[in-house]
T-cell receptor
Framework: NAGVTQTPKFQVLKTGQSMTLQCAQD?????MSWYRQDPGMGLRLIHYSVGAGITDQGEVPNGYNVSRSTTEDFPLRLLSAAPSQTSVYFC????????????FGPGTRLTVL | TQLLEQSPQFLSIQEGENLTVYCNSSSVFSSLQWYRQEPGEGPVLLVTVVTGGEVKKLKRLTFQFGDARKDSSLHITAAQPGDTGLYLCAGALVDSGNTPLVFGKGTRLSVIA
């Protein structure tokens, strides 16, 4: 099993550009989440999904869209990149239930100029 | 408002010393998890505690869940350079349903050889 994979690993965008961060898992997990990690801020939840076709907003959803058409994939779309979106983005998956371990991907480091 | 407060924020110690880091809240959690994150990687689960007063040991690491399930501590005995990393606590709020875990901001530990 590859676990949770994220692409790209690094990305530089100009203000106003759009892009999609890819996330895939091969563990048949129901839950998937997107977090951003900024210095001194910890992990902040952007969006999450409890199953295919179901998504919900987290703590910091503005400027981001998600969809969950399959169990395996959970892409994160930046509609119009802003410098405030410069961050490290982590995708995570877990079996149903909050007692279960979250498996994190290796992260995408995004810089918006 | 940060639901989970971790302290200290930074800790630098010599190899062989003991240390304790804390995760505190005014809210009650049905479970609490500790993760370790190394530079350039995603967090990895160390332990989950579920019962108030529970103590779990993982080699030189001892985890405790408070009796009221509002706080937790991580004690490391005879720290080694390999223990260096960011330690994150994460909790599942009581009656949180399908909401993902709440994360603290982390304690960044540096163990100097």
């Amino acid at each position: 099993n590859a676990g949770v994979t994220q692409t790209p690993k690094f990305q530089v965008l100009k203000t106003g550009q759009s892009m999609t961060l890819q996330c895939a898992q091969d563990m048949n997990h129901e839950y998937m989440s997107w977090y951003r990690q900024d210095p001194g801020m910890g992990l902040r939840l952007i969006h999450y999904s409890v199953g295919a076709g179901i998504t919900d907003q987290g703590e910091v959803p503005n400027g981001y869209n998600v969809s969950r058409s399959t169990t395996e994939d959970f892409p994160l779309r930046l509609l119009s990149a802003a410098p405030s979106q410069t961050s490290v983005y982590f995708c995570a998956s877990s079996p149903a239930g909050t007692l279960n371990e979250q498996f994190f991907g290796p992260g995408t480091r995004l810089t918006v100029l | 408002t940060q639901l989970l407060e971790q302290s200290p924020q930074f800790l630098s110690i010599q190899e062989g010393e003991n240390l304790t880091v804390y995760c505190n809240s005014s809210s009650v959690f049905s479970s609490l998890q500790w993760y370790r994150q190394e530079p350039g990687e995603g967090p990895v689960l160390l332990v989950t505690v579920v019962t108030g007063g529970e103590v779990k040991k993982l080699k030189r690491l001892t985890f405790q869940f408070g009796d009221a399930r509002k706080d937790s501590s991580l004690h490391i005995t005879a720290a080694q350079p390999g223990d260096t990393g960011l330690y994150l606590c994460a909790g599942a709020l009581v009656d949180s349903g399908n909401t993902p875990l709440v994360f603290g901001k982390g304690t960044r530990l540096s163990v100097i050889a």
